[in-house]
């Protein structure tokens, strides 16, 4: 597995080895004792999450307040923009975003630490996104970020879209912005 650094330290993108010939392929996606030597983190991932969605559907900026989650994600099929925000007040990066393209052609993956927030937008015609997690969803727990926050300024691929406009859910529409938000410590 190769590890890339992003310049928000912790966000790390990874490639694990794929092993391909005209049958297909075959890769690790995950195995915790190369995941913790190439990281120098042991997270204890507690759940698997899969989201299937249509081209142009914007998910996030989602995390949980209280108990934070560390998420490796991968696409499983198609092609989406991952988006990180660092949310914890005690950082130097402390509103700093990176967008990472992941598709199911290159197998990367995107870890992101607890203390951030997580969103992605579907450029493919449909993608299968798929995340394992360190902390359980919890509903008292879960917290949005405006997506398109003039203060964070993350710049979607939005021109790949047909009309330009994503697809949003109503929790999405409406979650507050940067100035309102919950953040970390």
């Known amino acids: 597995m190769r590890v890339l650094a992003t ?3 912790g966000v790390l993108i990874l490639e694990p080895t794929r092993h391909q010939d005209t049958r297909g392929f075959f890769c690790e996606t995950y195995h ?3 995941f913790a030597q190439a990281t120098g983190s042991d997270p204890d991932f507690v ?3 899969h989201s299937h969605s249509a081209r142009g559907t914007l998910r996030g900026l989602h995390y949980q307040i209280h108990l934070p989650q560390g998420k490796l994600v991968r696409v499983a099929a198609g092609r989406v923009f991952d988006v990180a925000v660092d949310l914890r007040k005690s950082s130097r990066h402390f509103g700093s975003w990176i967008g990472i393209d992941l598709d199911s052609e290159s197998a990367r993956q995107v870890w992101i630490p607890p203390g951030f927030g997580h969103g992605f937008l579907v ?3 449909s993608a299968d996104l798929l995340y394992k997690t360190t902390e359980y969803w919890d509903q008292a727990s879960d917290r ?3 997506w ?3 203060d964070l300024a993350i710049d ?3 021109e790949e879209l047909p009309g330009g406009e994503p697809l949003l859910s109503n929790k999405d529409q409406c979650a507050p912005g940067w100035s309102e938000a919950e953040v970390f410590p």
């Open 47 to 49: 759940q698997d999450n």
């Open 7 to 9: 310049r928000l330290p």
């Open 148 to 150: 398109n926050d003039p």
């Open 156 to 158: 979607w691929p939005l």
């Open 32 to 34: 915790r004792r190369a």
């Open 123 to 125: 450029l493919s015609k």
């Open 144 to 146: 949005s970020l405006r």
